[in-house]
T-cell receptor, first 110, second 114 residues
C-alpha cells in the first residue's frame, strides 16, 4: 500500500471550473509538501504545510493540512489551462528522504 | 535555491548496454537523491547519493543494477546497467538541504531501451 493516497488520479475540466485534489494517509506527518510537475520538467515545490489545520494560499491555489496532520487538500479556483500538470503530495521520512503520492493528473481545457 | 542540470536529457539505448546519467547542482547541497518515474506516474526513490561513500538504496533497487557515485557536494552520477526495455523511464536527480528542507529537481533524463 502507498504511504500517501491521492485522489482523483485524473481530472479533466473546463477552464473556469473549481477543483479539489486530496492526499490521505493513516500516518501522522510533521509536514507535507505539494509539487507540480509539467511535461518535460522535474517537480517544482508549491508549498509546505506544517501546522495541523493550516491553510495556505498561492494565488488561486488553496492548500489545507488536516487537523490531525494525516491528510491535505489542494483547491484550485477558476482553473486555467496553465494549471495543467501532475500534482504530487509528498512527505519527508527518516533519512531526509521525500516520498511522493501517486499524483493527480489535471488537464484544463480552454 | 538550487539549479540542477542533468545530461543526457534523453537517450535511446540497446538492451544489454549501460548508460551513465550525470547530475550537476549549481550550489552545495546536503542531500542528493535519484528517482525513477514511469510515464504518467509518480516518482519512486531509487537511492540516496552519499558523498564519498556508497549510496543508500531503497527496497527493490541494488547497487549492481544502479551504481551511483557522488564525489563531492555538487555532482552525482547514476548508471543504469545491463539495460532491458523495463528500464525505459524518466530518471530524475534532486538535491536539498536535509530534513524539512526544500528539494530541487533536475529536468530528468528520458531513457528508452529497445
Amino acid at each position: 500500500t502507498q504511504l500517501l493516497e491521492q485522489s482523483p488520479q485524473f481530472l479533466s475540466i473546463q477552464e473556469g471550473e473549481n477543483l479539489t485534489v486530496y492526499c490521505n494517509s493513516s500516518s501522522v506527518f510533521s509536514s507535507l509538501q505539494w509539487y507540480r510537475q509539467e511535461p518535460g520538467e522535474g517537480p517544482v515545490l508549491l508549498v509546505t504545510v506544517v501546522t495541523g489545520g493550516e491553510v495556505k494560499k498561492l494565488k488561486r491555489l488553496t492548500f489545507q493540512f488536516g487537523d490531525a496532520r494525516k491528510d491535505s487538500s489542494l483547491h484550485i479556483t477558476a482553473a486555467q489551462p496553465g494549471d495543467t500538470g501532475l500534482y504530487l503530495c509528498a512527505v519527508n521520512t527518516g533519512g531526509f528522504k521525500t516520498i511522493f503520492g501517486a499524483g493527480t493528473r489535471l488537464f484544463v481545457k480552454a | 535555491s538550487a539549479v540542477i542540470s542533468q545530461k543526457p536529457s534523453r537517450d535511446i539505448c540497446q538492451r544489454g548496454t549501460s548508460l551513465t546519467i550525470q547530475c550537476q547542482v549549481d550550489s552545495q547541497v546536503t542531500m542528493m537523491f535519484w528517482y525513477r518515474q514511469q510515464p504518467g506516474q509518480s516518482l519512486t526513490l531509487i537511492a540516496t547519493a552519499n558523498q564519498g561513500s556508497e549510496a543508500t538504496y531503497e527496497s527493490g533497487f541494488v547497487i549492481d543494477k544502479f551504481p551511483i557515485s557522488r564525489p563531492n557536494l555538487t555532482f552525482s552520477t547514476l548508471t543504469v546497467s545491463n539495460m532491458s526495455p523495463e528500464d525505459s523511464s524518466i530518471y530524475l536527480c534532486s538535491g536539498g538541504g536535509g530534513e524539512g528542507g526544500t528539494q530541487y529537481f533536475g529536468p530528468g533524463t528520458r531513457l528508452l531501451v529497445l
